[in-house]
């Protein structure tokens, strides 16, 4: 059940298995999504000889037992063994690296599970060497269908127990899974065994004892791995991107599952920054503001005004035109010429200044309509900031406009004040 796009005929695991050639895999996906089930479908049906460890109780002894007898196998027949690790994420490096020969001569063919991205949690020579699997969450229909199998099995599930599931408690079942058929089966185990049959013997399963045979529902979340940065990255982009309803699921999502409250604020005042920036002047005091409410408040309260930020940088009009130039400035520094600060623009305030040039020929901003002289101060104006049309940031645009239209005219005119002391 589930996961067709790799399982279905003529889909790339199924050709694989179906035609027995089956090479070293990483199977990579959440709890309960088919990894070890499918490895055991393979056990039944490859014609080669099949071994098992999980990592997270077995060492180097154990493992190499098994490529031990694997080698014996394959000097023997010349076939090599299907090989189950499960968690394998659990081995360090140097237990990981430990299968590269056998992967890499042929002994062991390696089914590897885990429910950490295999980008950070395998060693690069062992994901060379295999190709990588994800599985993904079971749907509710999908696990329906186990659900329906579970009960009516009377071989292998509680088809002898002659059970009758309320629709109310269906639904909560298979909502409380997260996608986890092993969540949904033992839930429904529980309400069977607990539930005391009717006097025809059959067994009720309502809501209410199915929502007192399964903890809480929690969201699939893992801080510092893949839901973290996944959770984070959705949210941040539903605020940029003008939706405060899905920026309040992700948000609540975080907070139903643990994650600090500080790190969220932390990237609501970023977000303020780069992405509403001067659209809206007002949205880096907000959202500093929230930041400090959240370590005056702690939860559950700070979940307030984290929301409050949320809804309003989610309505603000955006623009990244700060961010954007600062970039392009630090690139300049970085690869470019140095610029030097001009004569006119160094510090004059101390004795043989003038004589070395510095500060002389200074046009001093006051002295000029609208404080703007015809000075240069070293860089072209509009080489970095380009203001976009968007919320306040349209009366910055063309106010620079008439600001340069002003230099222009200034050239002309002499000063209307004394110049700086």
Same mark, same amino acid.
């Given at each position: 059940?589930? +996961? ?11 050709? !694989? ?6 090479? *070293? ?5 959440? #709890? ?19 071994? /098992? ?37 659990? =081995? &360090? ?40 699997? %994800?599985?993904?969450?079971? *749907? ?12 009516? $099995? ?6 002898? =127990?002659?059970?009758?599931? $309320? ?14 058929? /092993?969540?949904?089966? &033992? ?20 809501? %209410? ?25 959705? =949210? ?11 920026? !309040? ?11 600090? #409250?500080?790190?969220?604020? /932390? ?48 309505? !603000? ?45 200074? +046009?001093?901003?006051?002295?000029? #309509? ?13 080489? =970095?900031?380009? #203001? ?34």
């Amino acid at each position: 059940m589930g +996961q067709e796009s790799l399982l279905a005929p003529g889909k790339p695991l199924r050709r !694989l298995v179906d035609a027995d050639r089956l090479g *070293s895999v990483i199977l990579f996906g959440p #709890p309960g999504s088919g990894k070890t089930s499918f490895a055991e479908a393979v056990a039944c049906a490859t014609r080669r000889p099949f071994a /098992r460890l999980n990592a997270a109780d077995s060492g180097v002894t154990e493992l190499r037992k098994i490529l031990e007898r694997a080698s014996l196998h394959y000097a023997r027949r010349g076939e090599p063994t299907v090989f189950f690790l499960d968690e394998i994420h659990r =081995f &360090n490096r140097a237990q990981q690296d430990s299968l590269l020969s056998g992967v890499e001569e042929g002994v062991i063919r390696l089914i590897g599970a885990t429910t950490h991205n295999p980008c950070f949690a395998l060693s690069a020579p062992l994901l060379s060497r295999s190709q990588v699997f %994800e599985f993904t969450p079971l *749907s509710l229909a999908q696990l329906d269908r186990i659900l329906v199998r579970a009960l009516e $099995d009377s071989e292998r599930g509680l088809g002898g =127990f002659r059970c009758r599931l $309320d629709p109310a408690a269906r639904k909560h079942l298979l909502a409380t899974a997260e996608g986890d058929a /092993r969540r949904l089966l &033992n839930a429904v185990e529980v309400a069977v065994l607990t539930t005391p049959p009717s006097a025809d013997g059959s067994i009720e399963i309502d809501v %209410e004892a199915a929502e007192n045979s399964c903890r809480r529902k929690m969201p699939r979340y893992d801080r510092e791995e893949d839901e973290h940065y996944d959770t984070i990255s959705a =949210f941040i982009k539903a605020v940029r991107g003008g939706d405060p309803d899905s920026g !309040l699921y992700w948000l609540a999502k975080m907070l139903v599952a643990g994650e600090d #409250p500080r790190f969220i604020a /932390r990237r609501l005042v970023i977000l303020a920054s780069e992405d509403v920036g001067l659209a809206e002047p007002s949205a880096l005091p907000l959202a500093v503001a929230a930041s400090q409410a959240v370590e005056q408040l702690g939860m559950p309260e700070c979940r307030i005004p984290l929301a409050e930020a949320t809804v309003y940088l989610a309505t !603000l009009p955006k623009s990244n035109a700060a961010y954007a130039a600062i970039n392009r400035a630090i690139e300049a520094v970085e690869k470019g010429e140095t610029v030097a600060v001009p004569l006119a623009l160094r510090d004059s305030h101390y004795a043989g200044a003038a004589r070395m040039g510095r500060g002389v020929g200074y +046009q001093y901003s006051h002295a000029y #309509p609208e404080a703007i002289s015809p000075q240069g101060y070293g860089v072209a104006p509009g080489t =970095f900031y380009h #203001p976009t049309d968007r919320g306040g940031e349209k009366e910055i645009a063309e106010r620079l406009q008439r600001w340069q239209a002003l230099r222009s005219q200034a050239v002309q005119q002499p000063p209307t004040q004394r110049p700086e002391p």
